[in-house]
Nanobody, 118 residues
Framework: QVQLVESGGGLVQPGGSLRLSCAAS????????MSWYRQGPGKQRELVAV????????NYADSVKGRFTISTDNAKNTVYLQMNSLKPEDTAVYYC???????????WGQGTQVIVSS
């Protein structure tokens, strides 16, 4: 039922910007917490950013604070990750995740590749 489709990944130069999108369907968007995770080469998956769509509260990994912004468009059931001042260490597959606050279930998108390189 729940579907998450990421888009917006690609190759970008250091210092550049990229905006990732996650289109969600099959659930009431405002009852979920939406997150972005990433997994770099040879690394564990890590949490990048979280937003509670009901009130808009956010949290970020220390490594991306001040550079990344998570946001939602509730009317469109879409979550975004605006990434600025990108660094090579931001290179990873980025995954959208939705957590159902009522049923306490987590869902994942397929991932989108971000490569930061000159």
């Amino acid at each position: 039922q729940v579907q998450l489709v990421e888009s917006g990944g690609g190759l970008v130069q250091p210092g550049g910007s990229l905006r990732l999108s996650c289109a969600a369907s099959g659930f009431t968007f405002s009852t979920y917490a939406m997150s972005w995770y990433r997994q770099g080469p040879g690394k564990q998956r890590e949490l990048v950013a979280v937003i509670a769509t009901a009130d808009g509260s956010t949290n970020y990994a220390d490594s991306v604070k001040g550079r990344f912004t998570i946001s939602t468009d509730n009317a469109k059931n879409t979550v975004y990750l605006q990434m600025n001042s990108l660094k090579p260490e931001d290179t990873a597959v980025y995954y959208c995740s939705a957590y159902d606050l009522v049923r306490k279930r987590r869902y994942w998108g397929q991932g989108t590749q971000v490569i930061v390189s000159s």
